[in-house]
């Protein structure tokens, strides 16, 4: 039988849109709904919109020097297709939008499918981008979007024909308000386990080990909760986690609840750091950089070479995270690594340190706590900013701190669920 949505005035814990209030048990049915607009979005075709202009040059023929005129075709839109729902007939719509190439600030759009309204509520870039739908004055609920991702070396390229070689089709379902939920909190952590839980058993088929505790596998030398936190922690914007620590982790959790392995795929920041788990790969003349040192180092885990195809794969992006985080601790000496063994949470401020802002941010660290004779905890960290001497590296391991009571509590209620089912 299927299962009804509840609405009215029903102030049920679980989901609320626009006045509608669905109980929890049923947050499933939209999580499922979201899983069959992605699907649905596949078979759905959006197109550039060019224009073909004249370029006057000069060049050498036949030893004279002659004004030509060539043709190109280049790039001035781009269409963005939206899956939208209605809960109350269970019918989906895909209303098709036209924004300017290259994407402009502020954003500008069209509706090209009549009979809609459509506001832009936040974001330029795919993983960010929000819209509202309305239909005959009904708001519908947008689940999922189509778009063309521009990686960053051609994101000024206008060439169409560079463009459609270079640029990749991409379903994605950012965050929103909407979509705000503890199910979605529970199964975005569930999902991250099992994927980190994953790699891991891959990682000890493959026998590697560790280089910073050489008598363990690296899939055990790195425990799981610490590479959820880092995977959390990654995409936690710094100004939410001010104003609410809880807010923004939950935001994380329920993205990989709605996006699964393709959570933050197709993030990119301004300094080039790449997917889930944020990976830079910025070498300087014979050295390489970090993904690419990271890949030749552990050559036994069979890493994806290619930084653009590796770091838009979560299994691959969560094996280089460990990886990464073994290399750092090797860098310590005994004593940090007796202490990770004993007390992760605490030794493991030293590798995320020089996870966040390399390896001089984390000796810093590491030596300040020395030559100070202080004493970190897991649960609070209350160094001064000194102790690293940047102020990103410092909020990062204050997030740190914080989620592990948002681990800790997540994985019981996880555990309290699982316990009820049975």
Known sequence: MKRLLVFGSLAVFGFCFSGLAFAETDTEILLEKIYQAQEDLKETTISWE????????????????????TKEEVVVGREIALRAWDPDSDKFYTVYLSTPYPTPKPFAFSVLTSGYEVEHVAGRAISKLNFKVWQDGKRLLVLAGKHFWIPPNLEKERSYSKLLVGAKEAIYTPYSEDFYSRYFVKEGVKFLVSEIERA???LRERGAMSRALPYKLLADAMPTDYILNLGLNEQMDHEKFARDPRRAADEIAIEYAIELEDAFRWIASSANARGAFQFTNRGRGRRLGTYDTVVNTYEEVELLEDFEDGTQNLQNMIKAAICLLDTELAKFPKEAHELFERDYRVASYYTSAAYNGGWGKANQLYKWVKRNKKKLAADSFNMPLSAVGNRETHTYLQKQAYLWSFIDEAKADIESKNQKER
């Not at 060019?50 to 005129?69: A, F, N, Y």
């Open 50 to 69: 060019t224009r073909e202009i004249i370029r006057s040059g000069k060049r050498k023929v036949k030893g004279k020097i002659q004004s030509v005129k």
């Open 200 to 202: 891991k058993k891959d």
